[in-house]
């Protein structure tokens, strides 16, 4: 499994072909740093699926970042885990922690 | 004690932040909003049905001043229905825009998608010329962009995406919801509610009033009388899905839970074939079962609906040839003959053109001229392009180029 970070993240050298298809499919590429970051979120499952099969179909994941309190942390933490359509994508969601604390939604804008 | 209000729109975000869920969403629609050099003048928010699309227009246009002209599905929406409305409200520049407080108009179209055939005759035409000339931001909404009818509105907007809210956060909405209701709410009740809401923060809400309004405990007991919601899926997960079933069973109930058009269905199944069987004789029989699927297809047309079941039996034993073979592949969607469709449009308008005129001048039609007419012709060219037969056809420059450099017919 490879945990990706959705600001920015490096692969391997790929042909122009699969690089094209990348771009189209909604990633960034930063010419400086050599890396990618993900621009749209419109094709993110489509985008995943060919991150995979560039790593050798390794299985790709990003770190869910929790709108309460700012903690980074993976899906594999969460109890919802099979419930959830997006799991494992790039999106901001409430970590294991704030929701035991009770904590709602208002506070994130403290 | 019992609100006059449905909490819904008690609770309808003022604020972007208050939005629920899909901040990339946001985070996008919002630098569309704010950047008036944009590269497509309009924006189309698609997604599942109450996760934000329409609280997102409403709240930004009330964060940022914008004075909201909306049409949605309740309104007629024919091409003159359109103009009258959106017409004035795209073209000219609203005075209070000068003052202070307001930023001016916004059109937002609403459930773009349900604009009907006969009913809604040239609305979509309408829009998309609306959005060419508008001097505003023209927003719309839509659940399935997908639609054959909303491609040349797909053409001059740009997409943003709106995803199902997660299970966490919908339970974090729900307890403020409560929290202002003066609701004490077990943990596990909120968590039954926004589980079977499935990602829609607007039925999780209706379901909390309707089983939370008047009282001021909530209990998991009080939530066994939720029914759950089915939710449709989209082509994309429909073909991931359907290629990596285990059984035909599985298949079949995929198949059937989904909303995909059939005819898209099935031309994407018979292009993902070859990457899903690598043995020619198992790739030979998932084809055979295609195309017995393709004649009940045909047999169904619009009204034989009691055939679907087996059209959706045959394609799910495609799937289920060699179901111990099943290794990950990159899908192919949309299929490849549309796609070609799309990037041959140009190249097959030129073509029907060059024929009208061949066709009129020479009294046939425009099949027989594109058959029997323009082999001879595009031959007389290729030998002398100053042809006097390009006068007398009035063939353009750029006709005469395409003609001598197009390959077979």
């Known amino acids: 499994m490879v945990v990706l970070n959705k600001k920015a993240f490096k692969l391997p050298r790929v042909e122009k072909e699969k690089f094209i298809l990348l771009l189209r499919l909604g990633l960034e590429y930063d010419r400086e740093q050599g890396s990618f970051c993900i ?7 489509r985008l995943l699926d060919t991150i995979s099969s560039i790593l050798n179909d390794e299985k790709v994941m990003f770190l869910q970042n929790c709108i309460l309190c700012g903690r980074d942390f993976p899906c594999s933490d969460c109890k919802y885990y099979d419930l959830c359509s997006t799991k494992n994508l790039p999106f901001h969601c409430v970590c294991t922690q704030c929701l035991k604390e009770g904590r709602a939604y208002e506070d994130s804008d403290k | 004690m019992k609100d006059d209000f449905l909490w819904v729109e008690k609770y309808r975000p003022k604020k972007i932040a208050e939005v629920v869920g899909n901040e ?85 179209l609403d459930e773009v998608d349900g604009i009907a055939g006969n009913e809604d005759r040239g609305g979509v035409s309408a829009i998309v010329k609306i959005v060419e000339e508008s001097r505003v931001p023209v927003i719309m909404a839509a659940n399935d962009p997908d639609l054959e009818k909303l491609r040349p509105l797909k053409k001059v907007c740009a997409l943003i995406r709106f995803q199902q809210v997660r299970i966490p956060l919908i339970i974090a909405m729900l307890r403020r919801i409560c929290i202002m209701q003066h609701v004490e709410a077990e ?92 043995d020619s004789r198992e790739l030979a029989e998932a084809y055979d079962l295609v195309s017995k699927a393709d004649v009940f297809r045909g047999r169904i047309g619009t009204e034989n609906w009691h055939l679907l079941k087996y059209f959706f039996n045959c394609l799910a034993q495609a799937a289920a040839v060699a179901p111990q073979s099943c290794k990950s592949f990159e899908l192919i969607s949309p299929p490849i003959r549309i796609i070609t469709l799309f990037w041959t449009k140009g190249k097959r308008t030129a073509l029907a053109t060059i024929c009208a005129k061949i ?21 007389m060219l290729e030998k002398q392009k100053s042809n006097p037969i390009n006068s007398w056809l009035k063939l353009e420059l750029e006709e005469v180029d395409y003609l001598v450099k197009m390959g077979k017919f």
Request: glycine fraction near 4%; proline fraction near 2%.
């Open chain 1, 39 to 45: 621009s749209s979120y419109n094709n993110i499952e």
């Open chain 2, 24 to 108: 990339e969403a946001k985070a996008t629609f919002v630098e569309w909003l704010k950047n008036k050099r944009h590269t497509k003048k309009a924006v189309l928010l698609y997604g599942p049905p109450g996760v934000g699309k329409t609280a997102l227009v409403n709240a930004a246009s009330n964060e940022f001043g914008f004075r909201i002209i909306e049409m949605n599905a309740s309104d007629t929406r024919t091409e003159k229905a359109i103009n009258k409305v959106a017409g004035p409200a795209t073209s000219f520049v609203a005075l209070d825009k000068f003052s202070t407080e307001s930023k001016g108009n916004l059109l937002f």
């Open chain 2, 187 to 278: 943990f596990e009740a909120l968590e039954r509610i926004a589980q079977n809401s499935r990602g829609d923060v607007r039925s999780a809400i209706n379901d909390l009033q309707s089983l939370a309004e008047e009282k001021r405990v909530l209990t998991l007991q009080d939530t066994m009388m939720l029914s759950s919601r089915n939710r449709d899926i989209s082509m994309y997960e429909t073909l991931k899905g359907f290629f990596s079933a285990k059984s035909l069973a599985e298949a079949s109930t995929l198949l059937s839970r989904s909303s995909v058009d059939y005819d898209d269905l099935l031309l994407s199944v018979s292009d993902n074939l070859p990457l899903r069987y690598t």
């Open chain 2, 359 to 379: 066709g009129a001048r020479c009294h046939v039609s425009r099949e027989t001229a594109k058959h029997d007419f323009v082999p001879f012709v595009k031959i």
